[in-house]
């Protein structure tokens, strides 16, 4: 239990489909990230959120939207998508400084699993 | 080419073996992480380091800054130490570069 909670942990949609994966974490943290884990390639950086404000969008495709009600939770919304982004899409949080030092490690959450039909 | 290097891609090894995996970057850092994961896809964080050396029960991680390499060592390895082991790297801007990972199957 690393306190980063994902949900749902499978998904399997069309490709006209709209659903949205959850984040939660339980850290107090105040920076949050949206990783794309896809087979034999290092992890992508999707998002990052710092204090609720987006402060990275690492040229992802506009049918990926992400959202930060508040500092614990993490929502990436998916529409339209392409049989090409089926992967593990993993949430991860951070503490990070007041001068943007991040201070510490990364807590990962167990990740979605999403299938793209 | 990718920023973080791991070697080897695949490692198979017997129950009580001892076990390393290596891992080398073109960054300047101010952390180097060892993070497993599991088959069913959550990461953890084993170590967090920025020099020296780190133990935590049968894992040491190892970081030579000036040679920008760092290693995993597994002793006595057991096979729930079966996972993948990513090697990841802090930037001195606080971005985040990962590898491959390594991924360790022992065998009973």
């Known amino acids: 239990e690393t306190g980063v909670t994902q949900t749902p942990r499978h998904l399997v949609m069309g490709m006209t489909n709209k659903k949205s994966l959850k984040c939660e974490q339980h850290?107090?943290?105040?920076?949050m990230y949206w990783y794309k884990q896809s087979a034999k390639k290092p992890l992508e950086l999707m998002f990052v959120y710092n204090f609720k404000e987006q402060t990275e969008n690492n040229s992802v495709p506009s049918r990926f939207s992400p959202e930060c009600p508040n500092s614990s939770h993490l929502f990436l919304h998916l529409h339209t998508l392409q049989p090409e982004d089926s992967a593990l899409y993993l949430c991860?949080?951070?503490?990070?400084?007041?001068?943007?030092?991040?201070?510490?490690?990364?807590?990962f959450g167990e990740g979605s699993r999403l299938t793209v039909l | 080419k990718n920023e973080v290097e791991q070697s080897p891609q695949n490692l198979t090894a017997q129950e009580g073996e001892f076990i390393t995996i290596n891992c080398s970057y073109s960054v300047g850092i101010s952390a180097l992480h060892w993070l497993q994961q599991h088959p069913g896809g959550g990461i953890v964080s084993l170590f967090m380091?920025?020099?020296g050396k780190k133990k935590h029960g049968r894992l040491i991680a190892t970081i030579n800054i000036q040679e920008k390499h760092s290693s995993l060592h597994i002793t006595a390895s057991h096979p729930r130490d079966s996972a993948v082991y990513i090697c990841?790297?802090?930037?001195?801007?606080?971005?985040?570069?990962f590898g491959t990972g390594t991924s360790l199957t022992v065998i009973p």
């Open positions: 991860a949080s951070s503490q990070e400084g007041p001068a943007r030092a991040n201070t510490g490690e990364l807590f």
């Open positions: 380091l920025s020099s």
């Open positions: 850290l107090g943290h105040n920076a």
């Open positions: 990841a790297v802090q930037d001195t801007g606080n971005q985040f570069y």
